[in-house]
């Protein structure tokens, strides 16, 4: 397979959310068509193709065309997310040492809030019913303490065809050190059950932390079936509808990888769509040249993701939790660190026991959707809370492709409030207020919670209901310039087509600054090098393709409990001023993320990880380009609600604006597939590139 695309040829996008499916059209010269349709969670593929044939016919194209024409399609899906989240996954056994039945039980035996008792312990991720102990032990060196009992493994695995399970999940104590007897298992599962896929925790995850390495894997196993099928189900609707190109799929360290990769390792699918907002707010960011740090804002239909971009790189995480931290399940893969709240354009806004409005989690999703999509809705969500206030024209909703209900937003509206005794256009800014103040909260926690001012950055905001509260939060945060690309209601898609390749290999190896062993860790970053260049050279024609590797050490203090990802300066260590510029750099870290710097105690470092990014397109470069100023026309003017009060108010059709055109509010700007909304004392002008920059 070719990392390059045909010279002339489409490349296509697809990101399908819980609310919309979103497609993006580039070829050579960058983004030429986006699309938006309502996802169709039962065959993703009809939300697809409906959604593809909005952005081909502007382009004066067929749907059938485009394929045709397109060498490269990538694809992002919550599939893998909603499975987890709703239990619709496959009936997993988790395999581990005898002893140690309880790891997926008891966690790492911490909790969020000690103090907090409003909610019951959660239960494994697998039942402990499923959970089988497995006769054997390695020691943390390596060394076989006992045997693996071959007749009782393969005893028990057939205990686990009879009772039909659907997949496996290995997780053998310390076989980091030593993979052979989970290898042996692997071996007894293809002779017994040759048709259900496992997964293998050293291959899939080698780290130190045994809860954490447990996790993954079982989620991994538990994904398979499910992700394995629903990739074959894609690549066989996309060869029908005359796609002959290459399927890349979206991962959660925002890259991609081959689809029959994926297939074999689909927990790195998790949140892949929302890991792509920070590449493309990263991209957008360079083009305008507003600096290098940024605050990436993704609001979709169902949440609102926030991530960074710091110093021109992206953050990146190894504690991915499913509901809360501490008593969730974790996925302790490296991915970029994006925060989701279920703060979207579906989310549900009700009046609690005692009598207070609440605006979320809860969504109302594509089925029913919100009440103003006519679909049998009648909850009130923030969207109808839009169309009440006028913020969101019903006759132009998805260039007016989907024609809203205005009569029932206003009904569901009035009914909350009557409860809370506001009237409608109160309620509905009341709702917006809620809705903006979770945004500002989620903000706040990636932001000032980890030693990051962020009236430092420029927010980036994307997801097609970006627009309506952006630059309230950017007043809140102290922000003074908010980045809103043309094609905002697409940014995890257009995340995609600034999107490398990417793969990780991570290696545990503990030695501490005192003691360093350089002889052992040399080792290991030579396996972990040797491993990025197979992947390299296996990616036909790659060899002339530009690539970059990154290589990190997971350290801390010693003493400490949690490792904090710091980056090395050259692959190997040839001398102590290797290891002393390691642990300055360390410091740095622990310094400026903590505001914490210990230099009198030991580093002590664990896993050590390396990353090769092999370029897909070219970079995004500043535009030379600046816009002038030039005088804006409205389309017409209709009334919406600022400050309590009904105005009469400039609407502008963005396709209609010219580069360097200037807008003050109060004003709204309607793009086909978005709403910025532009308040009193702030302004908006468009760029050389045709995105939005709003001042504040």
Known sequence: MSVRTKAGGYRISVDTGGTFTDVVIANKSGIVAIGKALTTPNRIFLGFWAALEVAASDIGLSAPEVLQHSSLLMYCTTHATNAIVTGKTAKTAFLTTKGFKDILLFKEGGKYDPHDFSYDYPPPYIPRRHTFEIDERIDSEGGIVRALNMQKTRACIRTLRENKFEAVAVCLLWSITNGEHEKKIAKLLQEEMPDVPYTLSHELIPIVREYRRASTTAIDASLKPLMQEHLRSMGCDLHDAGFSGELLIGTSNGGVRYGNEMATEPVRMFRSGPAMAPIAGKAYTKIEGLGKNAIVCDTGGTTFDVALVRDGTLTYTRDSWLGRPKTGHVIALSSVDVRSIGAGGGSIAQVDDGGMLRVGPQSAGVNPGPACYGRGGTEATVTDASVVLGYINPAYFNGGRIALDSKAAHAAIAHLAK?????????????????????????????????????????????????????????????????????ASTMSACGMHFSDIVFEETHSMVTASNAFNKKAVNAQLRTINGTLEIFRKGLKGAADAPYKKEFFVEARYRGQVWELDTPLRSIFFKNENDVRDLVEDFHNVHERVYAVRDTESDVECINWRGRIS???????????????????????????????????????????????????????????????????????????????????
């Open 614 to 696: 092999i370029r897909l397109a070219n970079s995004a470069v500043p535009r030379s380009k600046r816009a002038t100023n030039v005088r804006a026309l409205p389309e017409n003017r209709r009334k919406a609600v600022f400050s309590a009060k009904k105005h009469l108010i400039p609407i502008y059709r963005g396709h209609t604006l010219e580069a360097g055109a200037h807008i003050t509010g109060p004003a709204i700007i309607e793009e086909i597939t978005t709403t910025i909304v532009i308040p009193r004392g702030a302004s908006v002008k468009t760029s050389a590139s045709g995105n939005y920059i709003l001042f504040l």
């Open 419 to 487: 409860k809370i005794k506001k009237s409608t256009d109160e309620t509905a800014e009341a709702i917006i207020a809620l809705w903006s103040d979770h945004m500002v909260k989620a903000i706040r926690e990636i932001t000032i919670n980890e030693g990051i001012d962020p009236k430092e950055s420029v927010i980036v905001a994307g997801g097609g209901a970006a627009g309506i509260n952006i630059a309230e939060i950017a007043r809140e945060l102290g922000c003074s310039r908010v980045l809103i690309p043309k094609t």
